[in-house]
Each structure stands twice: as C-alpha cells, then as structure tokens.
T-cell receptor, first 112, second 115 residues
Framework: KNQVEQSPQSLIILEGKNCTLQCNYTVSPFSNLRWYKQDTGRGPVSLTIMTFSENTKSNGRYTATLDADTKQSSLHITASQLSDSASYICVVSGDAGNMLTFGGGTRLMVKP | GAGVSQSPSNKVTEKGKDVELRCDPISGHTALYWYRQSLGQGLEFLIYFQGNSAPDKSGLPSDRFSAERTGGSVSTLTIQRTQQEDSAVYLC?????????????FGSGTRLTVV
C-alpha cells in the first residue's frame, strides 16, 4: 500500500531558529516528491519538487533533500519567520501522473 | 483566470440537504482533481478528471457524492443528503496535463459545515 508518513505532526519553534521536517514514503513506482505549504484557510502552494535524480534543492530559506534509496525526504527551514507558520505537506507522485499520495502534514508554529 | 477559483468559500447546510461545490480551474488545464480535508486530517483524494471524463472516481466515499465537468473547464461536486461527517474543506486542483511536470495549482477550498 502506498503511504507517506510525516514527522513531527506538530512543531513549535522560536523566530529565527532552524527546523527540519521529515517525510518517509513507500510509494512505488516513484515519479517525484513535492513539498507544499498550506496557510490556514488557503489551498496548498508548491514549495519544491524533487525527482529521482535530485538529492538537494533549495528555494530561498527552504532546502529539500531526497534519498531515493531509503525513500526519505526532508524540508529544512533556516532562520524561521512568523510567516512560516503553516502546515507543510509532503506529496509523492507515482508513475502515472494522476496518482498522488499525501502525507498528513506537519503543523509548524513560529513564535516571536 | 489567474488561479483556481472555488465557490462558495464557506457553506453551512442542514443535514439531509444537497449541496453543490464549484471549481473553476486555470484556463487550459486539462486535468482537474477534487480532494477533501477533514479537520486535523491530511488530504483525501476524491476524483480526477481528464477533460470531461473521470478515469478515476475511486476516492468518492459513497454514492451520495458525484461530480461532473463540462466543456473541459468548470467542475461541480455534488453531495446529496449531506451528513455531519461530510463536514470538511473541499479542495480543487488543476494541472496542465496528467503528467505533473508542471505541478498542481490548488484553489482556496470550500469549507462545508453540516449542522
């Protein structure tokens, strides 16, 4: 069964601190993995996409990693800001473009 | 339009009533998806459209749920005889093609509350 597990479920950090969110998956075959940020009351917005051959990709203060061998991905946020408070969802795409498996998300709260 | 538009943004309905949720995808996006997000839960797949046809309806939770798409554009998700467990945020997403090279763009969702 295709599954995506995210940890931690929730996280509270102080503004300016770094944090790392984890995503483990068992989706097979694997096409790509996306990290989405979902602000309260809004739809998810894509942060980055990782394909099989990519190990690390950065987008501003967000850095995503992918280890296709261990089927693990991480999202590292540096110098957190209050606006980073949101749910971060890991979504894995299978071989057919329409097959998506969603993780349960990590709810991040950044406090001043 | 510039993004995926969903309406209404909020809907409160009485148990047993029917509701219609609307999704207006990005112009030219052939693939359209409906998801449901219950309180504190992850995203749950409901149905996928390619053009006007729905090759994957596997996520629809019961025969009270149906969806259609006309003209390869606007889609309507209908829930008949609503139940309290139908309360959730219903999200629509569209994509340029089935191969998600271009990514999915989500709408802001419709928050459905069944009382």
């Amino acid at each position: 069964k295709n599954q995506v597990e995210q940890s931690p479920q929730s996280l509270i950090i102080l503004e300016g601190k770094n944090c790392t969110l984890q995503c483990n998956y068992t989706v097979s075959p694997f096409s790509n993995l996306r990290w989405y940020k979902q602000d309260t009351g809004r739809g998810p917005v894509s942060l980055t996409i990782m394909t099989f051959s990519e190990n690390t990709k950065s987008n501003g203060r967000y850095t995503a990693t992918l280890d296709a061998d261990t089927k693990q991905s991480s999202l590292h946020i540096t110098a957190s800001q209050l606006s980073d408070s949101a749910s971060y969802i890991c979504v894995v795409s299978g071989d057919a473009g329409n097959m998506l498996t969603f993780g349960g998300g990590t709810r991040l709260m950044v406090k001043p | 339009g510039a993004g995926v538009s969903q309406s209404p943004s909020n809907k409160v309905t009485e148990k047993g009533k029917d509701v219609e949720l609307r999704c207006d995808p990005i112009s030219g996006h052939t693939a359209l998806y409906w998801y449901r997000q219950s309180l504190g839960q992850g995203l749950e797949f409901l149905i996928y459209f390619q053009g006007n046809s729905a090759p994957d309806k596997s996520g629809l939770p019961s025969d009270r749920f149906s969806a259609e798409r006309t003209g390869g554009s606007v889609s309507t998700l209908t829930i008949q005889r609503t139940q309290q467990e139908d309360s959730a945020v219903y999200l629509c997403a569209s994509s340029l093609s089935t191969w998600d090279t271009y990514g999915y763009t989500f709408g802001s969702g419709t928050r459905l509350t069944v009382v």
